[in-house]
């Protein structure tokens, strides 16, 4: 008689795992109560959560005031957007002429037109959308938002404010700031020793300085060293401080791209007949960049966000057009500097978080083919 | 060849030499189409943006009037807003033509800014905010309690020196911020908060219950706040100082901006004078002499600008006090137009 083995004719089906390990239970095991350690910190953060999100949700929702012509709307508890609303055109545009808006919704759109061919790498032409943002945008931007030429009215600079102003500081720091700081980097790597002594000066006096004494100097000392009489245009001082003040650290942060580049490829350029300026355009600073790339999103994110220094000097950024608004008698009252600020941080917040979002996708796509 | 050349670089220098002295600012205004004026950059009913994305206020209006005077246009202003720190440096620097920004007429700016002060527009004072339960009428009745003060301020000092001189006893509850001596006031931490009394009407309307809180009617410092202009111009001094004056003597005489056309048919001398139907006073300091006329046409006279930004007609609804005229009890005397 044959030995009776026992073979399987057929495969048996897929069992489900175990049922510990599956289903949202398992998962709450496997994550936030794995260790009693982690399961009191677990108890904590939602005992803290429950503490904190419904008098939040409170004050933002439920008691908030959405309609209203002035204090008398606002005595409540809650947060009062009805000021927000009322004030929305002064947080975006400050006192520019109400009729003349559309100059700064032109530019607006203008550069929303830049800056979407340039940031998605699909969009072909990108020399072309560089020359558009570096040279046709800011010409035609300037000429919108100041006027006083082809027709247009003369728009102050001490009239703009708010948004607008936060962006224009913004976007034209980081336009002095990155190409100077490039320039910085590699001349403080240079080998002639009195650009290098230059360089390596001027990057070190302004990382020495704080950027408030920057901001009061161009603001308080200029004037009385400039001849009466002659004054330069306080928001363009505010920007060529914040400007070059930040050139010192993307400086240093681009340094840091350099200095990580080894130097076979320095050899490698010279090997292929590169002359300096070729190798440092084509071969060292792409590679120097892409890897400072966190570094320099970082600093552009620390400059967006320092603009709003600019209200020490009086000048009406975002934040300090809606420390002036909380200044109106017509909404003197408890909840309105809270509201204020809490619509200032969700515009910080939302700008910022785009820019750091982005900045991860352009490190992966750079990163692609070369895993680590 | 060269002493010729030597002559007429010392000829092109003397005019240079000479502008300090004879400082033009109202020409530089008039060739400008405007005044600059720097104000506060947002305080309650002094300068503030309202939600028409104009400035308005106390402060605001005196500059609206001193456009009025020289080119009968309330809007012939450009306002810089100027914090502490920098508004001298912007007056001396020619950034701006006048200050009108709550800044204390003391000594040491008067002898030592290079600015001279054109009049006081408000008379302010340390005073204390207390809760209306306690029922104080007096300062003196703080005796033996705590009062809540922003740190590093000749507030602190005055505190200390009112309650010292007169054997009181108090208790100083410092903070380095206002908005701290505030809330810790609100949570009842103190039996009352000492400030600039203008201060403390806008903070009593930022409270949670503003009824529950009242404002005494002691003041226990002299702040009196006023227009500054460069010392080096006497003639722009006349023209702020004049502007000033003129609103006092509107409301003196009854002249408002509604009544001012029909006012100017009076035939009494005094109002003759003043709205230019009389004499050539408006020529005197450089203006035509409608001047009057044409700022109480488009600001109204003190009593109105007071009312309408800070006074009854406001939210903050300060009274009058020694900011009404002397015919009523206050310290504001204006000297004639004549």
Known sequence: MAPRNFVRTEIIPAQPPPAGTLGPLAWLRAHLFSTPANAAITILAVLFLAWTIPPLIRWAFVDAVWTGENR????????????????????????????????VNVV????????????????????????????????????????????????????????LVTLVVAVTGIVIAFPLGVLLALARRSRLPLIRVLATGLIEIWRGVPLVTVLFMAS????????????????????????????????EVIRGGLQSIPRGQYEGAMALGLSGLQRTWLVVLPQALTISIPGIVNTIIALFKD??????????????????????????????????????????????????????????????GRPR | MKNRMIAAGFGLCLPMVAIPASAQTLNDVQGRGYVQCGVHTGLFGFAEIGDDGEWHGFDVDY????????????????????????RFTALQSGEIDVLIRITTWTMTRDASLGLIFAGVNYYDGQSFLVPTELELTDAAGLDGGTVCVQTGTTTELNLADYFNSRGLTFEAVAFAERAEAVSAFEAGRCDAF?????????????????????????????????????????????IVKWVHFALLNAEEFGITQANVAEMAESTNPEIMRLLGRDGTFGEMV???????????????????????????????????????????GGIHYAPPVR
């Open chain 2, 63 to 86: 500059c609206r009037a001193i456009a009025s005077a020289i080119f009968n246009d309330a809007d012939a202003v450009r306002f810089t807003p100027l914090n502490a720190t920098e």
């Open chain 1, 307 to 368: 603009t709003s220094l600019v209200l020490i000097i009086a000048l009406y950024d975002l934040l300090g057009m809606i420390q002036s608004a909380t200044n109106d008698s017509n909404w003197a009252v408890a909840q309105v500097p809270a509201s204020g600020y809490a619509f200032a941080a969700v515009i910080y917040w939302a700008l910022c978080f785009s820019m750091s979002r982005y900045s991860l996708f352009i490190e992966r796509r750079r990163a692609a």
């Open chain 1, 108 to 163: 607006g759109l203008l550069f929303v037109a830049g800056l979407v061919p340039m940031a998605i790498p699909a969009i072909p032409g990108k020399r072309w959308t560089v020359l558009y943002l570096l040279v046709v945008f800011p010409v035609a931007a300037f000429i919108l938002l100041r006027g006083g030429m082809f027709g247009l009215t003369d728009v102050p600079t001490t009239r703009w404010g708010g948004l």
């Open chain 2, 286 to 328: 450089g203006l035509s002499n409608d001047w009057a006329y044409n700022v109480i046409a488009n600001v109204g006279n003190y009593g109105e600008i007071f009312d309408r930004n800070i006074g009854a007609g406001s939210p903050l609804g300060i009274e009058r006090g020694l900011n009404a005229l002397w015919t009523d």
């Open chain 1, 220 to 251: 308080v000392m200029l004037p009385i060293f400039l001849p009466s009489g002659v004054t330069i245009d306080k928001l363009l001082r505010a920007i060529i401080g914040i400007g070059v003040f930040y050139s010192a650290y993307m400086a």
């Open chain 1, 72 to 103: 008398e709307a606002c005595v409540g508890a809650g947060a009062c957007w009805a000021f927000v609303r009322a004030k929305f055109d002064l947080f975006m545009y400050g006192q520019y002429p109400p009729a003349q808006h559309w100059r």
């Open chain 2, 194 to 238: 000492t400030a600039d009394a203008s201060n403390l009407y806008s903070t009593r309307m930022t409270m949670v219950d503003p009824d529950a809180y009242v404002v005494l009617d002691e003041r226990i410092s002299k702040e009196p706040l006023g227009p500054a202009v460069r010392q080096d111009d006497i003639q722009w001094f006349n």
